[in-house]
């Protein structure tokens, strides 16, 4: 067997690996590039490899940085079978379609100087949907002599790790990895007998505040902001956290925890796939399957606005504090929490509450680092709000838990390499395995190919 990284090394976004063995060649991944000045050109650059002469692309989960150029490959040649869980391939419907509007979007409002093209269209996503199958967790396949099985991954619903095995060695792909235990998923299942690992560090360099914490501060932010009539604005990823802060809201209110106050749901792909989170409860925790069945509508309760058109969601800030919105997108690169950043940023009452990875280059970033000010669409906004960053929520494995998850198999494991994180991150936690466990850990090269 060998592997080649293309993508998803020295930087968290556009995971793009290839897996050979025989005559086959399987791609894991086909992301996108994002939030770095040179995107636009690493998402548009000729495929480093023959994309006609691959069989099988296997999708880890529907985060854009794994699934946002599948379509760009198909229409490039791409003519093998794509896989993934059931979960997985109903939001990434929801994800591309939505990408492909703001795309064209972007290209009709930049006018005439525009030079960013959208990457695809409807008709290569139609053409991605029609070789796009299914496999379950724990679904044995066979993919051209390589033997396939998928396993919980616990980050978002759907994610799966992929274990593949091929003449005797097994090859395992984390995608990303969860950060268990999580509100609504289940806990990231072990890998213990893995000969080779390709290992996420998105937080390989920190480590999370204490899982007992994160709780606590997120219900005494939102106490003490509405006891000063402020708004809480939680810019929320449209998958995964939009659905735990809903859940998490639905608990604290009704045992009374806080004060129930207005909550608006301003986002339309949290909507939609607070939709599709609904129709696959089977993946939920005990716990969670436990509320669900003694009757409780977790991603529901009194004063839940769900807003849809944008006319709505600019009557959000007329409405009386205190009150609490969700909106997207979860670094505040677009989308309606830019129009709430703008209302609420000035208003000393009012708190802006990060609950995810702020990648540099965002406005979320800037936010993050306090500033007097920030520029939001042209205009100067002044930084008076409370700033709070609760990382413990985040679906990502901090650095301890990474080690963990690797220790499992650091009896067999021949090599780990470290991907799919900011180079200090990988650095840090390659230092880690290699020192800790004494595991072969590398932390590969775009481009490099490695025999296994
Ligand atoms: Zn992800």
């Known amino acids: 067997m060998r592997i080649t990284f293309y993508g998803g ?19 894991i991944d086909c992301g996108l590039v994002q939030g770095t000045p040179d995107s636009y050109e690493r998402n548009t650059e000729p495929w480093l490899y023959d994309v006609k002469s691959v069989d099988f692309l296997f999708i880890t989960h529907a985060h854009m940085d794994h699934i ?15 896989y993934s869980t059931p979960e997985t391939k109903e939001l990434a419907q929801v994800m591309i379609l939505d990408a492909i509007k703001v795309m064209e979007n972007n290209e009709r409002n930049s006018g005439e100087n525009n030079t960013e093209k959208p990457l695809y269209d409807v008709s290569d996503y139609e053409q991605t949907i029609s070789k796009w199958r299914v496999v379950s967790y724990h679904e044995k396949m066979n993919a051209g002599g390589f033997e396939v ?18 003449n005797g060695k097994k090859v395992v792909f984390t995608g990303d990895s969860g950060n268990s235990p999580a509100p609504l998923l289940n806990d990231t299942e072990k890998i213990t007998d893995a000969d080779y690992l390709i290992c996420d560090s998105v937080y390989g360099d920190r480590n999370h505040e204490p899982k007992e914490e994160r709780d606590a501060r ?20 449209s998958i995964e956290r939009t659905q735990v802060v809903l859940y998490l809201l639905n608990n604290l209110i009704e045992e009374n925890k806080i004060p129930s106050v207005p909550v608006y749901l301003d986002s339309p792909l949290g909507i939609k796939v607070t939709n599709i989170y609904k129709q696959f409860k089977k993946d939920f925790n005990p716990e969670v399957q436990q509320e669900i069945k ?18 709505d969601s600019q009557e959000i800030a007329k409405a009386p504090n205190p009150k609490i919105i969700i909106a997207g997108s979860g670094m505040s690169t677009g989308g309606r929490v830019m129009w709430h950043e703008m209302q609420f940023l ?4 009012s708190t802006i509450l990060l609950m995810g990875y702020q990648a540099i280059g965002t406005l979320g ?67 880690r395995l290699r020192e800790e466990l004494d595991v072969d850990a590398i932390y590969p090269e775009r481009g490099q190919t490695y025999e296994l």
Not at 68 to 82: N, P, Q, S, T
Not at 154 to 162: D, E, F, K, R, V
Not at 346 to 349: H, I
Not at 401 to 427: L, Q, W
Request: proline share 4%; glycine share 8%.
């Open 218 to 237: 997120f219900r005494q932010i939102i106490t003490e902001t509405i006891k000063s009539n402020g708004a809480v604005v939680i810019p929320a990823f």
């Open 68 to 82: 946002g150029r599948v379509c760009k490959l198909v229409k490039d040649g791409f003519k093998g079978v794509i």
């Open 346 to 349: 000035p208003d000393p009452k």
């Open 365 to 431: 970033r800037q936010i993050q680092s306090k500033p007097k000010f920030v520029e939001i669409n042209g205009a100067n906004v002044p930084v008076r709000a409370r700033i709070e960053m609760i990382s413990g929520y985040s679906s990502h494995k901090d650095s301890d838990n990474i080690v963990e998850m690797v220790s499992d198999t650091s009896e067999t494991v021949k090599k780990v390499f470290v991907v799919m994180g900011e180079p200090s991150a990988s650095i840090h936690l390659t230092q």
């Open 294 to 311: 003694s009757g409780d509508n977790i991603f529901d309760f009194p004063k839940l606005n769900i807003t849809h058109s944008s006319r």
């Open 149 to 166: 099985y998928a396993k919980d991954a616990g980050h978002i619903l759907g994610s799966a790790m992929y274990e593949f095995s091929f």
């Open 9 to 27: 090394v020295g930087t968290v976004t556009g995971a793009n690996f290839l897996l050979e063995g025989g005559d086959t060649k399987i791609l």
